[in-house]
Nanobody, 127 residues
Framework: QVQLVESGGGLVQAGDSLRLSCAAS????????MGWFRQAPGKEREFVAV???????NYVDSVKGRFTISRDNAKNMVYLQMNSLKPEDTAVYYC?????????????????????WGQGTQVTVSS
């Protein structure tokens, strides 16, 4: 069983930066791909970024060059550094993990591929 707890959200202005953190429990954390998703009011949950167990990454096009996902396996932590924030980045951000373990390079891009989710942290970007 894996528990995920996000932190670091808040209210910022357009152009500002935030770093989201996700603390994970479980001794097998280092073997899981970890993802960040977001959900804006009235919209479906959207993939943002993923990092494989060995550090390979993928991003949704809208955040490429602005967001960076990283992980610290020694601390069981995943981070999402968000720079040059825009009002359209406003959403609840969720951390997710998958223990389906296909390979160390696997980077799942869709929500159904993840089986553990955090409670979310609100990010609001004002214009």
């Amino acid at each position: 069983q894996v528990q995920l707890v996000e932190s670091g959200g808040g209210l910022v202005q357009a152009g500002d930066s935030l770093r989201l953190s996700c603390a994970a429990s479980g001794r097998s954390f280092r073997t899981y791909p970890m993802g960040w998703f977001r959900q804006a009011p009235g919209k479906e949950r959207e993939f943002v970024a993923v990092i494989s167990s060995i550090g390979m990454t993928n991003y949704v096009d809208s955040v490429k060059g602005r967001f960076t996902i990283s992980r610290d396996n020694a601390k069981n932590m995943v981070y999402l550094q968000m720079n040059s924030l825009k009002p359209e980045d406003t959403a609840v951000y969720y951390c997710a993990a998958s223990d389906r373990g296909f390979s160390s390079t696997w980077r799942p891009l869709s929500a159904p591929e993840y089986n553990y989710w955090g409670q979310g942290t609100q990010v609001t970007v004002s214009s």
